[in-house]
DNA sequence: TGGAGCATGTAATGAGTTACATGATTGG
DNA sequence: CCAATCATGTAACTCATTACATGCTCCA
């Protein structure tokens, strides 16, 4: 019987309900569409097609130049995906090697972190800015609230993130 | 030439500066103190562990009942960490299954995810809860302020979160 | 026309999770 | 004293990242 959809294959045959796209196009596709909050590369979306052809999920359709195969969806891999998408999902992981030194910060002295905590500050100040003006751009093209659900969940997430920053005790903002 | 820590090795190597520790110990130590926002597991601990040793980072100590080793951090152990928090922290990753199935909502009949919503809503409605009781208690215990940073980060990502749930359009909220 | 850079894929390595095994403790 | 549960560790597997290889295009 087939494995069970992990949730980087079920988004790759996701796509694939869109037409039939090689591994490469996959992977643009996915870091538009989901890349804010997804991560996923080349080798994963490799590996995932190759395990979905193996289990009739998809089918890899003519091989053009280099070796580009373009695969394209099956029955069976469209109700794999409706499966995927009536199940429970599982929880969010976040893991944040900053707040992992900011945990051992008595192991360094005081003033010491002040740059990394700036730089990444920067770093999430930017990311909303970015996800600003596409809003803006997404409301221009049309955009109805539930294709914004992303967007701004990342908006009010880095919202929080850099208000935190802005918080954080002088000793760990000033160098 | 020994090879760089990861994130989760320095972190055990962190806490082996209070005191020699067997995994297991280890284990619960992390789970109370970076869990919330670091995951790890107990094979991570022994392998991590293990390889430390290898590397000379920390030594096993007396073999006590059931093969329980309480490790110790060396000098080189306690240089290496040291090392590994003045090194710019990489960048926070998150992956969140739900906003993969809401970014593919469009195959699903309206309302058919508003139970995944709500249950996920309830989640981070708890831990937000549980934030705010121990923050109660980690003042009641006479916390400063640096040492309530992580504890903040995690108030204000849950606030965000369960603001954003309650802002969702409405055929993503009701069934 | 050749070499710089892009397109495309595979292989090797590292990290994380799940499943398994087994010795100690303890309450009934 | 035995069954349940806790403590402790290992093995197997899945997932993710990094490094490598090579074919194609196109313009200087």
Not at 111 to 128: C, I, K, M, S, Y
């Amino acid at each position: 019987m087939p494995r069970a959809l992990n949730a980087t294959a079920a988004s790759l045959l996701g796509f694939l309900h869109d037409g039939p796209q090689s591994g490469y196009d996959l992977l643009r596709t996915a870091e538009r569409a989901i890349g804010d909050f997804w991560s996923l590369t080349r080798s994963q979306v490799y590996r995932e097609l190759a395990a979905m052809a193996d289990d009739g999920l998809v089918v890899a359709a003519e091989v053009g130049a280099r070796d580009r195969r373009a695969y394209a969806v099956t029955d069976e891999g469209r109700e794999a995906f409706r499966q995927w998408l009536s199940r429970l999902p599982a929880e969010e992981q976040i893991r944040y090697p900053l707040l992992l030194v900011l945990a051992f910060a008595r192991h360094l002295p005081p003033g010491e972190l002040a740059a990394f905590v700036a730089q990444h500050r920067a770093v999430h100040a930017a990311r909303l800015e970015g996800y600003h003006q596409a809003r803006v751009e997404a409301l221009a093209a049309g955009a109805r609230p539930v294709d914004l659900v992303t967007l701004d969940f990342g908006t009010r997430y880095e919202t929080a993130v850099v208000e935190w920053f802005d918080a954080l005790p002088a000793e760990l903002r000033e160098g």
